[in-house]
């Protein structure tokens, strides 16, 4: 069965028919695959049963590099319930596969992902590929992800605003999207572990040649602006770019698989009850290059 795209929203966003992620692609389905990423930003791929980890990492392997090793330390995280270092764990669950208790720090820095953000956009090498498995669901298939189409913002920007940041800078830092979104002030080995990193506000997306925003909740300052004055810039456009007419809610089905590209969209988790009910998702990352 050749892959086909069913567009899900105006501007972005399809779900992908046809495509066996169990399976390494060959040449003529990563091409369509890529295609399918260039144009829509956002594909939706059904699996049932979910995928192994095995399969997770085999299919995000053909994308790109995979991160592999820790990019930060979190004070008190002694380990993974996850064994493959290419597993990000984005669940509400511990090392243990018990949940959270309130107030437990990794828990209060997750929550930070309800923010609008690009994942690793925090690092030097910007991350291009998420996928995003869900193996377990709350009942009805608990919170939407949104996704906002940068490049789609940005393109409808007033000239004189495209102008204005055309040039401009912003500092990225993991730790102030962490205390944005209600964490603790991070400990100086925490700071230490991941220093903030520069990206260009606008950027040519590779994958479509369109211009793109990049922006995330990680963006502190615009360098050579002052605080208040870059802050305010960043939240305008944040405010602009996520307007209905620019974003797609992907509602959760067992099995799942999400991919999004980083260099021209953000997501942001939506709220739940992460104390009482069990949400087991799990993502892969690939980068713009080898990280060691």
Aim: charged share 25%; aromatic share 8%.
């Amino acid at each position: 069965m050749p892959l086909s795209a069913r567009p899900l929203h105006p501007v972005f966003a399809a779900e992908l028919d046809g495509l066996d992620m169990r399976r390494t692609p060959d040449a003529a389905t990563l091409g369509a695959v890529l295609a399918a990423m260039g144009r829509y930003a956002v594909c939706v791929c059904r699996n049932d049963p979910p995928l192994t980890d095995e399969e997770h990492i085999a299919f995000s392997r053909a994308l790109g590099p995979v991160q592999r090793s820790r990019v930060l330390t979190v004070a008190g995280v002694t380990g993974t319930r996850i064994r493959h270092p290419e597993i990000i764990d984005q669940s509400n669950l511990d090392e243990y596969g018990e949940l959270y208790h309130e107030g437990d720090r990794y828990l209060m820095f997750k929550r930070a992902n309800r923010l609008w953000h690009t994942d690793m956009s925090f690092h030097p090498v910007r991350a291009t590929y998420s996928l995003l498995s869900a193996c377990a669901l709350p009942p009805g298939g608990g919170p939407d992800t949104e996704f906002a189409d940068l490049r789609a913002a940005y393109e409808a920007l007033p000239a004189a605003i495209q102008a204005r940041i055309e040039d401009l800078v912003a500092e990225h830092s993991y730790w102030h999207s962490r205390v944005v979104g209600g964490g603790p002030e991070p400990t100086a080995e925490e700071l230490a572990s991941r220093p903030p990193a520069l990206h260009r506000l606008v950027q040519r997306h590779e994958g479509s040649g369109r211009k793109t925003l990049y922006i995330a909740s990680h963006a502190r300052r615009i360098v050579g602006m002052a605080l208040e004055e870059g802050q305010a810039l960043l939240q305008e456009l944040t405010a602009f770019a996520t307007q209905p007419r620019f974003v797609y809610a992907h509602k959760w089905r067992l099995g799942d698989v999400v991919i999004w590209d980083n260099r021209c969209t953000m997501h942001r988790a939506r709220p739940f009850d992460d104390l009482h009910v069990r949400r087991d998702v799990r993502r892969t990352t690939c980068r713009e290059a080898e990280v060691a």
